[in-house]
């Protein structure tokens, strides 16, 4: 057997171990994916993998404790997908299936330093101190995301909506989940010790902002797209409505939506938007 087809093989391979680590690690999303068309759905899966293996290494329970040794292990994740990247494979059982992917589909991956960028801020304590420090995070986070899943979908020229969408999902995110991050040491929102009410009134603003920017994005996708991006973009919104019902008080407890509400926005959006 040739150096090609044992090098297909292990692409193969990869592709497989990506789709299970989304299959185990988000049902919903896997759910959602799978109403992708087929040719999609491998360069979802590959994308999933590269973002779930940076996640795992800042929050999972196998990832190093410490903040240094966390940093030290994205710059490692990262630099093992440049060098794929640079010599057009690598055997590395995760990042083989991306590697391969981005060359097919001409992917945007340089993009995905910036994302990094973002995942080590989250390896200590978060303090973001104005708006353009957020705005950065989520450029590197959601909207990376966001600006390479454009061409997956089949919509490259639609990046920087999806970017936005992407950042509006996102900041919905940080809005509603405020207790569990401070449980984490991490404050997203600017100006939240200054005057809790007022930084999360200011984010609903920005958020509702950047889901007018983007309406009627969902209807110009193909039908097995358009459905789940709607229901996101329906369950996100109502998200912000609660928030404004409490007028802005997102400490009590029903600040959260009911369970079947949350699993169908992450289930449906199409733009995985990292779970802290």
Request: with cysteine; hydrophobic share 45%; charged share 25%.
């Amino acid at each position: 057997m040739g150096e090609s087809a044992i090098s297909s093989q292990e692409v193969r391979r990869s592709y497989e171990v990506c789709r299970r680590m989304q299959r185990r690690h988000d049902p919903t999303f896997y759910v959602a994916t799978r109403r992708l068309p087929a040719d999609a759905r491998p360069a979802v899966h590959a994308l999933y993998g590269f973002v779930r293996g940076a996640d795992e290494i800042v929050d999972g329970d196998a990832g190093p404790e410490d903040p240094a040794g966390k940093r030290a292990a994205l710059d490692a994740w990262q630099a093992e997908l440049q060098h794929g990247l640079a010599a057009g494979r690598t055997a590395h059982p995760v990042l083989a299936a991306l590697v391969d992917t981005g060359a097919r589909r001409d992917l945007p991956l340089d993009q995905l330093a910036v994302y990094m960028d973002s995942m080590r801020v989250d390896c200590g304590p978060v303090r973001i101190g104005d708006e353009a420090e957020l705005d950065r995070y989520m450029n590197g986070s959601a909207a990376t995301v966001g600006r390479i899943m454009a061409p997956i979908l089949g919509a490259p020229a639609e990046a920087e909506r999806f970017a936005a969408l992407g950042v509006a999902f996102q900041l919905t995110n940080f809005i509603r989940d405020v207790r569990e991050d401070l449980a984490m040491d991490r404050q997203y929102l600017p100006g939240w010790h200054e005057d809790s009410r007022a930084a999360v009134a200011r984010q609903v603003g920005r958020a509702r902002e950047l889901f007018a920017t983007t309406a009627g994005l969902h209807d110009e996708m193909p039908g097995a797209v358009r459905g789940g991006m709607r229901l996101a973009r329906a369950v996100y919104e109502r998200v912000l409505d609660r928030v404004e019902q409490l007028e802005f008080d997102v400490l009590r407890p029903r600040a959260a939506l009911p369970a079947w509400q949350v699993v169908a926005a992450a289930g449906g959006s199409l733009i995985p938007v990292r779970a802290r």
